[in-house]
């Protein structure tokens, strides 16, 4: 899947050199560099240079000495002023060239062939001691990542000539995504909707145990068809400031609003769940019927450090971790769980009671500390004992707990500051290593979209009157949006 290449005519390419003489030439839709007494041009190309941030990217260099080694350096700066980078040392061919797409990294951030490798060893400069994770706060900024070549196989952060640079433009929304924030009654998130009127199938997108709320997901899933809430739960503006009570109700509030809106379609939805909130997704499931799809991302399957309330009453008390379950190792922390996702515990929750059409996408990593590929067991004992089949699981060999969309850094560990268990923050471990996290980033998009879709769009039956209304319809009927309540017909979303 690394070797796709994407050529397009559009993308002007920035080279630079550090000869004081010189003038631009275009050649080939790239802008390279000539340089005086005949001497042949040192070029860096992006295909495409400019791209949604889900699309690979395809690093060549040319012009340089044959068979010599030379090193790749890749560069960030996030919105807080924190610089990101990561290396690669390769060679060169008898041609003077380097193609990262078939060529083998020989030492550096990465090894082998793995031409997103720069992007997905991106990590923090030794002046951030916190072990920041990269993440855009804002994603209607693109990230914009300077690639750069040297000669020699040099060390990451060293200061060195720049043989030749192009800057990589990255979105994280499409053009005509619309970004809408929300604070309606108690739910606070931000919403993203895709290009056009729908009819567009609609998803919570919940996070972990992480501050605040994170919405780069729900932008690249409204770039690929998704309307997309971006929805926190607590540690933002208003809401509760920690885990401790989960009101379900809120969620319930939040799913109303979302069907409400004139682009979605109103008669069901989905979720896509991190971590812990794999316990409210899952919960979700078994409660409120217009629930039909939940995707887990290392998901918990039993309600986690939290009491889950429903309509004023106690749901779930949840699974109080102790001691004994904390491990540390080199300044970081983790909590391996998996001899706790035990269908015997009462703070197990009841999935089997999920509609038969509402579906799971259950997925674990191999190489995660924190035990979460305990769950599939137990999460398919659970269903098959009930008769059910209306759920997919998959455990990628090699990825951590993190597993982002496509061509987002490898998170082998980060500073957390809020934990439901102890006050303050830490280091944590997340586990995995870069290139199997980088494949299960990118087969696990192709399946949340393909699961989306399936299950919220195209097995909903108001979507099918839709598509018969809007066949048999001569001129398509425009009706003004009416936010209080979910639209009843096709012809409000057209």
Known sequence: MWFKTYRAAVNVLIVRTTMPTWSRVWWRGLAAVKHPAGREEVWVTATPRVCLHDVPTTLQAGGLQPNTPVTFFAHLTDEKGRLFGSHAHYVTDDGGGVDLGVASSVGGSYTGVFPPGLLTTLTSSPQERQFPRLVRNDPQLPWRIRVSVVSGHQPLWTQTEVLAEVELERHLMAPGVRRIPVRHGRVRGTLYLPPGNGPFPGIFDLYGVALGLIESRSAMLASRGIASLALAYFGYEDLPKTTDEIDLAYFEEAMQLLLSWSEVIPDRCGAVANSKSGDIAFTLATLMEPM???????????????????????????????????????????????????????????????????????????????????????????????????????????????????????????????????????????????????????????????????????????????????????????????????????????
């Open 292 to 494: 039909k799809a939940i995707v887990g991302i290392n998901p918990c399957i039993m309600v986690l450090h939290s009491r889950f309330m429903y309509r004023g009453k106690l749901y779930k008390q949840g699974f109080r971790m102790k001691d004994q379950h904390f491990r540390y190792e080199d300044g970081k922390y983790w909590i391996d769980l998996g001899s706790c996702f035990d269908n015997s515990r009462q703070e197990i929750i009841p999935v089997e009671d999920a509609d038969d059409d509402t579906h799971f996408l259950v997925i674990a990593a191999e190489d995660d500390p924190w035990g979460f590929k305990g769950i599939l067991t137990p999460f398919r004992e659970r269903m098959q004992q009930h008769g059910k089949r209306n759920f997919e699981t998959v455990l990628y060999p090699g990825a951590g707990h993190i597993i982002e969309p496509p061509y987002a850094p490898h998170v082998r560990h980060c500073y957390q500051a809020h934990l439901p268990w102890k006050e303050g923050g830490c280091i944590l471990k997340w586990g995995g290593k870069p290139q199997p996290t980088c494949e299960a980033q990118v087969d696990l998009w192709r399946r949340m979209q393909t699961f989306i879709m399936t299950h919220v769009r195209d097995e909903s039956p108001w979507y099918q009157d839709c598509l018969s209304e809007r066949s048999s319809a001569t001129r398509p009927t425009t009706v003004p949006a009416d936010f209080s309540k979910p639209s009843t017909s096709c012809s409000s979303s057209v």
